[in-house]
């Protein structure tokens, strides 16, 4: 029997990812990963991002360009594209790409330079649209109602406030736009050749659609901007077929019979590539943003309105917590302190849990939760010539931070499985363990968020295999590290103290 390929993308704010998994074999058989500010210089990117102060954008050509550079790679290492046979893809959420009334003709001919009416996407590290989340809450009926209605409370970053902005702010070019995308859909208009709806899993970040009916909410879109509804495409579940691949793929040797699915968000695609397909297990992901995440079968919002419920990629729900300050804080810290990561790492075992007293809220930029909207660091028994006990008070402040605010999930994990760029450290994943007093994993494929696409894919072609199924034989968890009873007394202490620390400021 020759393998049966399903090929997983990942595009995050920093980078593009693909790996190729073997169904059968259980096995991931390739991995890449490009950079977009290595590779993609002439964009000008820092990070993948371009900032203003707190409007935070990204050059959607530049997701194209690493596309099609990804699978010009692929042909050239000679990876067997022409035995894949279904591929998927994750993006970071929330953001979105404004597109004009060239989008479908240009998809078919491929030719995506004049498709834009907006050059650049808001991204969800934008923290500008402060004003347009109110006044959305408040046609809505207040946070309660909101909550209730999408899953979350208006955000800053969510898309319904971007788009709001944007009409406010540029309505010549809102009403030039014929299609509103997010990152998950516009790639994979791209790769399908054709106008992707949006999942629900994706679809839930927007403060646009009704978490329970799934499908678009009329009040939300109203209180939004005019005519959204007809700038929308539809919402669908998370292994609906767009299509097969666009010719332009086929010519790096991809199977042309391949089945190109809607994409989804970064965040439940993980939850799916940790295997999270039932209830009881907490997924942490320590990237750009780090993210605490549990799969949930029964509708349960947050009522401090700081977290989220999405619906998950099996269409159950997922409770989300999300921080700003992850991975780009940690390289912040870094860099004022000259450390590369060996020294910070031996700063970490060299300083005791609990750091004397020690305390920072490390907002390098503005924070999501808690809700801080002017960056800043502040510091209590810290000297800030203190570099060590500077690095152990970031992470600690970190992970507590995750524990404090994720009572509203009802979770009490026994287990946490770790997965993103940063968990492969082991004195940070040691941090986390004894803040939660819980045993932290490890996936034996790390790139959890496209593998999880990969597997959309398997799932989506065999059609009537379950989840636990698809997923089983990529996902089991490999011990890391496990708590220290020590620790876990010094952190249980420590928590009321970083608690009214941060709720002071
Ligand atoms: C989740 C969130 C981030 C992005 C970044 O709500 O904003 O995790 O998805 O990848």
Not at 195 to 219: C, F, Q, T, V
Not at 284 to 293: E, Q
Not at 314 to 333: E, P, R, S, W
Not at 471 to 497: C, D, H, Q, S, W
Request: net charge neutral; proline share 6%.
């Amino acid at each position: 029997m020759r393998e049966r390929l399903f090929l997983g993308l990942d595009c995050s704010t920093q980078s593009l990812s693909a790996i190729l998994i073997d169904f059968d074999a259980k096995k991931v058989i390739y991995e890449k990963q490009l950079i977009f500010e290595k590779e993609f210089p002439h964009y000008e990117t820092k990070s993948g991002t371009l900032r203003n102060g707190n409007v935070v954008h990204s050059p959607p050509l530049m997701w194209v360009e690493a596309l099609d550079q990804l699978f010009q790679a692929m042909a050239k290492e000679k990876v067997p594209l022409d035995r894949v046979l279904a591929l998927s893809g994750s993006a970071q959420q929330h953001g979105s790409v404004y597109l004009n009334e060239s989008f479908a003709k240009g998809l078919a001919a491929m030719r995506l330079e004049g498709v834009f009416s907006r050059p650049t996407a808001p991204i969800w590290m934008d923290a500008s649209t402060s004003g347009e989340c109110e006044e959305i809450r408040q046609a809505m009926g207040g946070m309660g109602a909101v909550l209730e209605a999408t899953g979350s409370n208006t955000f800053e970053r969510f898309t319904g406030p971007q788009i709001r902005k944007f009409y406010k702010e540029e309505p010549g070019l809102y009403a030039k736009t014929k299609h509103v995308a997010l990152v998950s859909s516009f790639m994979s208009s791209v790769l399908a050749g054709k106008i992707s709806p949006i999942d629900y899993g994706d679809g839930s970040g927007m403060n646009l659609m009704d978490i329970r009916k799934k499908e678009w909410h009329a009040k939300a879109l109203e209180a939004t901007a005019p005519n959204l509804a007809e700038k929308l495409p539809p919402l669908v579940p998370s292994a609906t077929v767009v299509g097969p691949v666009h010719p332009h793929f086929v010519q790096y040797g991809l199977n042309p019979k391949a089945l190109s699915l809607v994409w989804t968000g970064d965040n439940p695609s993980s939850l799916l590539g940790l295997g999270l397909v039932e209830e009881g297990i907490v997924g942490v992901s320590l990237g750009t943003s780090f993210t605490y995440f549990g799969c949930l079968r029964s509708f349960h919002v947050d009522p401090k309105g700081e977290g989220h419920l999405f619906v998950s990629p099996t269409g159950d729900y997922m409770t989300l917590n999300c921080f700003l300050n992850g991975a780009l804080a940690i390289q912040k810290m870094r860099e004022k302190y000259g450390v590369d990561w060996a020294t910070f790492n031996q700063m970490l075992t060299a300083t005791t849990p609990g750091n004397g007293g020690a305390l920072l809220l490390p907002y390098f930029d503005a924070e999501i939760i808690p809700k801080v909207l002017k960056p800043g660091l502040h510091r209590l028994q810290l000297r800030e010539d203190d570099a060590p006990a500077n690095c152990r008070a970031l992470v600690e402040a970190q992970m507590l931070s995750m524990r404090l605010h994720a009572g509203w999930m009802h979770l009490k994990p026994q287990r946490i499985y770790a997965t993103g760029g940063v968990s492969h450290n082991d004195p940070i994943l040691q941090i986390l363990a004894d803040v939660h007093n819980c045993e932290v994993m490890r996936i034996q494929v790390p790139k959890s968020t496209a593998l999880g696409a990969a597997l959309r894919a398997a799932y989506a072609y065999f059609g009537k295999m379950s989840w636990k199924e698809v997923v089983t034989g990529f996902t089991e968890p490999i011990p890391a590290v496990r708590p220290e009873p020590r620790a876990v007394k010094i952190y249980n202490e420590m928590l009321p103290k970083y608690a009214a620390f941060e709720s002071k400021l």
